[in-house]
């Protein structure tokens, strides 16, 4: 019996016993037949890494393994003339420049990637998150209010009627929903994951939006506001939770 041929319930075992992302890849490269059963059961959970600034001619990508202390390249030619965004679902959001326009969703460790429509280039203030089958952003719309959506694939970005008086300041997703901040009203815009539509508006107490960060945990969304030491406000002892707002 060679490696190919451990028993599918054996190897659910070893995986069972990988905490470290890298070790998950290790898993994975093996063969073919444990790629299959690591994709089964995805990442296991972990502490993200941090993608280090380079320079933009560069064709590699540099993270930092804070469990492991320890920075890794990885070859990735697609960098190369572009800006990345962020990420999301383990996707990087990529934006070419005027000589090499692209919008363009990759996982720098699987290859996946996604290929969307190109509007403009690149802006500091996009905001944007991936569903795992849908995109919402204000790509496009940054000299303007509203934001849009689109598939992997599809070849232009549609208007969200919800969002078209919003300016959006946030997004994240999370359980089928994508929660959107306004930048000049205290209100979250609720949003599902399949048109998207309109769920619910959710008023903030105390909001104040050039301060605001949205973090989003396996159980909760956390909105969180800070201030520089000469600008601290008046703040009233309560708690905000746009989870327990929606039940």
């Known amino acids: 019996m060679d490696w190919s041929e451990l028993l599918p319930e054996l190897l659910d075992a070893i995986l069972g016993k990988l905490t470290e992302f890298t070790d998950n890849l290790c898993f994975r490269s093996v063969c073919h037949s444990w790629q299959n059963i690591a994709k089964s059961h995805g990442m296991p959970p972990s502490i993200p890494w941090l993608y280090l600034p380079q ?4 064709t590699n990508l540099q ?9 890794y390249k990885i070859p990735f030619p697609e960098a190369q003339d572009s800006q990345i965004i962020g990420s999301a679902s383990g996707f990087l959001l990529i934006v070419g420049c005027l000589k090499n326009p692209k919008v ?4 720098p460790f699987t290859g996946t990637k996604a290929h969307l429509p190109y509007v403009g280039h690149y802006d500091q203030y996009i905001q944007w998150d991936y569903s795992g089958s849908i995109v919402v952003t204000n790509y ?16 232009s970005w549609s208007g969200i009627d919800a969002l078209a008086d919003c300016l959006i300041h946030r997004i994240v997703h999370k359980a089928g ?6 930048y000049r009203t205290p209100v979250f815009y609720v949003l599902d994951d399949k048109m998207p539509n309109l769920t619910r508006i959710i008023r903030i107490p105390q909001y104040d939006p050039k301060y605001c960060q949205l973090f ?7 909105l969180s506001t800070h201030y520089y030491r000469n600008e601290l406000p008046t703040l009233m002892p ?3 939770d746009p989870m327990k707002q929606l039940s």
């Open 177 to 182: 929903s994508f929660y959107v901040l306004d």
């Open 104 to 107: 363009l969703m990759i996982n």
């Open 140 to 155: 496009g719309c940054l000299k303007a209010k509203g934001g849009v959506y689109c598939r992997p694939g599809d070849h």
């Open 216 to 222: 989003v945990f396996p159980d909760a969304i956390l």
């Open 63 to 71: 993270f930092y393994s804070f469990s492991e202390n320890k920075v």
């Open 238 to 240: 309560n708690s905000f």
């Open 55 to 58: 320079n933009p001619v560069a």
